[in-house]
């Protein structure tokens, strides 16, 4: 069913791995939204690669083809709401993943995630592609 998405690092890593069962499933989306900390994560990965310019074309290429989300104030209401949820219940996640999780929440859109630590963040839609 086509929908809003918002692709966690590890739906871009398999989208350009040129996954598929992935590829399929975005080309049929909507909108695709990435969180700017999956922008900084992959920038990251491709500095620290073997081969730097190359992997930094590529993010590039996914930062033009897809949009962006950026935090505000409401993204840090939300992300207090979140991590507040998971300390009560004891499950922390990584500040990354506290980011993400609160931009999707905030824009009401859907988190295409691997990680399974996701399922523990309240009012998260979340799929796996």
Do not use: C
């Not at 918002?6 to 990435?34: C, F, G, M, P, Q």
């Amino acid at each position: 069913m086509p929908g809003d998405y918002v692709l966690d690092t590890n739906i871009v890593i398999a989208l350009l791995k040129e996954e598929a069962r992935v590829a399929s499933r975005a080309a049929s989306a909507l909108s695709l939204w990435i969180p700017f900390s999956v922008l900084a994560e992959l920038h990251y990965g491709a500095r620290k690669s073997g081969h730097p310019e190359e992997n930094v074309a590529r993010v590039e290429q996914i930062a033009a083809r897809f949009n962006v989300l950026f935090p505000n104030l409401a993204t840090v209401r939300e992300y207090g709401l979140v991590r507040s949820g998971l300390r009560t219940i004891g499950r922390p996640i990584p500040e990354a993943d506290l980011r993400i999780a609160a931009l999707t929440i905030q824009h009401g859109l859907v988190l295409v995630s691997r990680d399974m630590h996701f399922d523990d963040v309240s009012r998260l839609r979340l799929e796996r592609w």
